[in-house]
């Protein structure tokens, strides 16, 4: 599955954001899909997760009750809602998926098949 991330921009400390991750190649209902983000001069890091579904959804601690992950499967796309922006949300941002079947759970174990191209996010204080 090819995943292509989208939304990205600049915003003001307390502004909101919709990130877009658009799929295509194979059957997207199959997938569960997550976004993760890396800060400039740190690792990659977990932030959100959605079941094939969308019924179950997990979230890093650092985001949780600011980010919403959601999908629609008609549409092939997974969203990312975030509130409340921080200047620590500052991020290349990334749409993710496990191998087709798999649990949305192995996205916390970090075990990703698919990669989107990420999108940039900056947040100013």
């Known amino acids: 599955v090819q995943l292509q991330a989208s939304g990205g921009g600049l915003v003001q400390a307390g502004g909101s954001l919709r990130l877009s991750c658009s799929a295509s190649?194979?059957?997207?209902?199959?997938?569960?899909m997550g976004w993760f983000r890396q800060a400039s001069g740190k690792e990659r890091e977990f932030v959100a997760a959605?079941?094939?579904?969308?019924?179950?959804?997990y979230y890093a601690d650092s985001v949780k009750g600011r980010f919403t992950i959601s999908r629609d499967n008609a549409k092939n796309t997974v969203y990312l809602q975030m509130n409340s922006l921080k200047p620590e949300d500052t991020a290349v941002y990334y749409c993710?998926?496990?191998?087709?079947?798999?649990?949305?759970?192995?996205?916390?174990?970090?075990?990703?098949?698919?990669w989107g191209k990420g999108t940039l996010v900056t947040v100013s204080s």
């Open positions: 190649g194979r059957t997207f209902s199959n997938y569960a």
């Open positions: 993710a998926a496990p191998k087709s079947g798999s649990s949305w759970y192995e996205l916390l174990k970090y075990r990703v098949d698919y």
């Open positions: 959605i079941s094939w579904s969308g019924g179950s959804t």
